[in-house]
């Protein structure tokens, strides 16, 4: 089995932009805006949505399933307040649940938290709790910087977020640490603000205690860990100047995925970091849509550049699969409960 | 010849941080802080401040001649006004002057900019004159984000940014970008926030034209040009949907140094980037100070990783002396004018 393990709903019929829309336009009033149930779509739509895309993809590049959250760049949580991303949020992963119940084999669900600016993370564990309980989501979208670029909330080690850190171990769901879009015109939101939110995050965990604080607390940095792979030994010798423990110590609690859209970049990936770190992930549809002139195909088919390298089959097992399973302890189960594997055994 | 283009005074004598201490405990009131010279230092000490550190480091290493700066992470704009920073920068700057008249043959200057949260960057054009003119330094150093950590400035490629530009094409020297210190908890200083100001200043020339309006503009992106060739299809990938130039093109005014710390990271860097494109440094005595426990070498002992590499004599010569007479047109003449060379030809 292949599990993709960073998708987005970037597809979704154009009626939910159109929503969000009116929600903003009506945010001097929220009153005026507009109801949730005023969003409709149907399913024929949501399917056409999918299989010119995503499923398209899965078929033509072999993959089987994909963990599926809302669009990063649509969370956009420096838009409103907290009511606005409660609300925003409901309704994204409410549309990922009815995906996932569409394409029950394809898609296993990861949800958008409702966080804003300035307000305590504690405020998305009522969400956090109906997405893994009432839906079977199996992981969190986390966004470091709900300012949107001027990173105005304390580093992901501060104590600020350990309430959604007891609620995510208890739950056994790991957060993949994504922002949004940026609002800072500094930061191109895709080529910039993304791979520094990576490489920030990774920086703050060689800092902190908060994986002896939370020892199952599990983070996946995506894009391939930002900037990490390739200054690795920097990383190396910081962590050793300052007299933090080694990197390989900090690769039991986070995980980096291989959305690196080129094969040298996936070779030093799998070359410094340890293979027990890494999942498979391409992103698509998302960041970079093309295809690249140089090889003939998409960038993001990052499949590709794995099954380009002498790996053992142990390693393929886990870089596609055994690793994720280990990641989100809920996924097993949940694939068998979507019918996307037949028994509990390893699928 | 070997010529590092990246390295920083961090080893000054003490009374420079004193006398900064003691600026910034006058701020509130400038006028009661100490005087530009009660600074005192002795020319032994510099020699002493040196000879244990760059200068050892130089012979051991066997590179020649350094391009040579004030300590990047105490540059900090964020402190003070567009007057603190003039005088600090002054005083930095003098300091680096001295330096490379006591060490003609090691040391060539690039300055420290008197940038300010909120100052147009016009206010740093007499200070880069002065020091290229008067003590013949061949670049200078511009921080993207005076703010430390805030990002409040426009992005590089705005018009901002142009009257130094135009300052700079005049005078024929390239800019290494390069952030201070961060007061953002958030960002570690070397560990995210110099990472990320290359990742974002890449990333905005991408989006711009800043280089047709000054054909002749070059700017040293520093640390391996950040998280970017680790990314490198995935910026070619964005480049190609936003419908701009490709990133060879881009690479005819940036630069890339080698200061990335472990031997798979600089192979990844030769493997994607333009060698024209890229300079030796090391940094040294920067960032990491330690031994590598994997190679029993310093981390920051870049030279011994090129040294590794099945390049060319060609290709050496661009990389440790070709490239950096190209991007400092000024370098080969001062080179001479300090003794460091014989004569005006290539060194």
Known sequence: MIIDCHGHYTTAPKQLEAWRKAQIAALSNPASGPAKSSLQMSDDEIRESLEKAQLKFQRERGTDVTIFSPRASAMAHHIGDAQTSLV???????????????????????????????????????????????????????????????WTSPPLTAKYWYPLYEKMCELEVPAMVHVSSSCNENFHATGAHYINADTTAFMQCIQSDVFKDFPTLKLIIPHGGGAVPFHWGRYRGLAQDMGRPPLTTLMNNIFFDTCVYHL???????????????????????????????????????????????????????????????????LKKQLVRQGAVKTAGTP
Chains 1, 2 share one sequence.
């Open 88 to 150: 925003w949020s409901q309704i994204c992963n409410e549309l990922i649940h009815r995906v996932c119940s569409l394409y029950p084999e394809n898609f296993i669900g990861v949800c958008q938290l409702p966080q804003s600016p300035g307000v305590p993370p504690e405020n998305c564990i009522a969400e956090l709790e109906r997405c893994v309980n009432e839906f079977g989501f199996v992981g969190c979208n986390l966004n470091p910087d709900p300012s949107g670029g001027h």
């Open 264 to 330: 040298p970049g996936i070779e030093l990936l799998l070359k410094v970091v340890p293979l027990d770190s890494i999942m498979f992930a391409s992103e698509m549809v998302g960041a970079v849509k093309g295809i690249d002139p140089e090889t003939g195909n998409y960038y993001d088919d990052t499949k590709r550049y794995l099954d380009a390298l002498p790996l053992t089959a142990e390693q393929r097992h886990k870089l596609f699969e055994g690793n994720a399973l280990k990641v989100y302890p809920r």
